[in-house]
Each structure stands twice: as structure tokens, then as C-alpha cells.
């Protein structure tokens, strides 16, 4: 037994897998807005004399990375999602989402 075989047993039918895309795609939405969020807030809160601006970008760098490899992603799975590709979405989904909460993320970038 296949993982199409495996997803489709435990899915069904093809509105549920579009619910579920739709649901993840706005999950990876909040992550790409997270991580810009982060990125702003870390520049603004260590904004001292003592800490020199190269430092600051140094810091926030993988906030804005790790945002950028999201939205990639997003863009990439919303072009699977418009040409009904519902179980690549899920996957691309499901791993950015692993990838991003559990920090493997920032070893890519």
C-alpha cells in the first residue's frame, strides 16, 4: 500500500483534501507573516548604540530567511492547489510546517 492509497483510504473524498489544503495554505500564510514579524521586532528591540547594525542583521537573518523559504513554498503549493494537485499540497504543507516549527528550517538557510 502506496501513500496515495493511504491518504486517500483515510481522506476519501476530494472536498475534504481541498479543506485541508485550504487550511494548511492559511497556516503557511501565518507562518510567512510570523517570521516577518520577527524580523521587524528583532531590528526594533535591539536598536542601541552599543549593538552595531551588522550584528542587528545578523541576528534577524533567520527570521527573514526562514519567511522567504515559506512564501516560496506557499507560491509553489497554491500553483499545485489551482491545478487540483490536493496531495502534493498536503505534503509540501505538512513538511514546511515540521521543517518550520521545529527550527530544521534555519539549517537550510
Known amino acids: ?3 496515495k492509497q493511504i491518504i486517500n483510504k483515510n481522506i476519501g473524498n476530494e472536498p475534504a483534501k481541498e479543506w ?3 487550511l ?3 497556516i503557511n500564510v501565518i507562518l ?3 517570521g516577518l514579524i520577527d ?3 528583532t531590528e526594533y528591540q535591539l536598536v542601541s548604540p552599543i549593538i552595531p547594525p551588522s550584528a542587528i542583521l545578523e541576528i534577524a537573518r533567520p527570521h527573514i530567511y526562514a519567511s522567504m523559504v515559506a512564501g ?3 507560491l509553489i503549493s497554491l500553483w499545485f492547489y489551482f491545478f487540483k494537485k490536493h496531495l502534493l499540497v ?3 504543507q505538512v513538511l ?3 521543517t518550520y516549527q521545529t527550527g530544521l528550517i534555519h539549517y537550510f538557510t
Do not use: A, K
Request: charge should be neutral; aromatic fraction near 4%; hydrophobic fraction near 70%.
Open 32 to 34: 510567512t507573516m510570523s
Open 20 to 22: 485541508i489544503c485550504r
Open 39 to 41: 524580523f521587524i521586532q
Open 72 to 74: 516560496i513554498v506557499l
Open 96 to 98: 514546511l510546517i515540521i
Open 90 to 92: 498536503i505534503i509540501l
Open 24 to 26: 494548511l495554505l492559511t
Open 1 to 3: 500500500m502506496d501513500i
